[in-house]
């Protein structure tokens, strides 16, 4: 999905920079690093992840089943800071606007809950981790380089990766692991996008309106 966000760039603390020549990675490299920062000063190298509660059963024989509780709490994520540029960028010019077109990806995303697990008087406690592999963004703005003034002409996160739940010490109760493994991985594959969206946008939008892109 894509969507079009304009800056104003009174608005963005500058560290202007100037690069020649229009060597198209370098710039979205340098782009990033800023992105990188700005994200780890914003707090977004630590996000909270939503409570969430599950049910799990067990058939005890035909037409009867047996139910228990699990609760998973605290959960973070990690890794939004690690974001870089997959393939090659490209720089196009249309009047006075230098366009940026790139895809993104992560170096390493995850995270994990604290979970609370009870069935008919058993009670566990365990941890959770959790990781996200190959996440897919493509992001395509446009810069004046005279004013610094940014467009994001498409913001489109076209893959949300695989995700990975690494649930252990389950013990007695390990029977459960396929049903809660499943309610992880819907929980956050339904929760992801809006998780990215906005801190991956705002770091980009302001990195763009702070460096000059190259001249051709």
């Known amino acids: 999905m894509g969507r079009k966000r304009n800056v104003d760039v009174q608005q963005v603390p500058r560290r202007i920079r100037t690069k020649q020549g229009g060597n198209a990675n370098e710039y979205v490299d340098e782009l990033l690093e ?29 037409g009867f089943e047996l139910s228990g509780s699990a609760g998973f709490r605290s959960g973070s994520l990690q890794g939004l800071e690690t974001i870089l540029r997959s393939g090659d960028a490209t720089l196009d010019t249309d009047g006075s606007l230098i366009t940026i077109s790139t895809g993104l990806g992560f170096q390493a995303v995850g995270g994990g809950y604290e979970a609370f697990l009870e069935f008919e008087g058993i009670e566990i406690s365990t941890d959770v981790g959790l990781r996200i592999n190959d996440i897919d963004i493509f992001l395509q703005a446009s810069v004046d380089p005279a004013t610094l003034a940014v467009t994001i002409n498409q913001f489109n996160i076209n893959d949300l990766g695989d995700i990975e739940v690494d649930l252990t010490g389950l013990g007695p109760l390990d029977w459960a692991l396929g049903e809660l493994v499943s309610f992880l991985k819907d929980l956050l594959g339904n929760i992801l996008y809006d998780l990215l969206e906005d801190p991956i946008l705002d770091a980009l939008t302001q990195a763009l309106g702070n460096i000059i892109p190259p001249t051709f």
Do not use: K, M, T, V
């Open 34 to 62: 800023n992105a990188r920062q700005w994200l780890i000063d914003n707090g977004y190298n630590n996000l909270q992840l939503p409570d969430a509660d599950a049910e799990f059963s067990q058939e005890i024989f035909p």
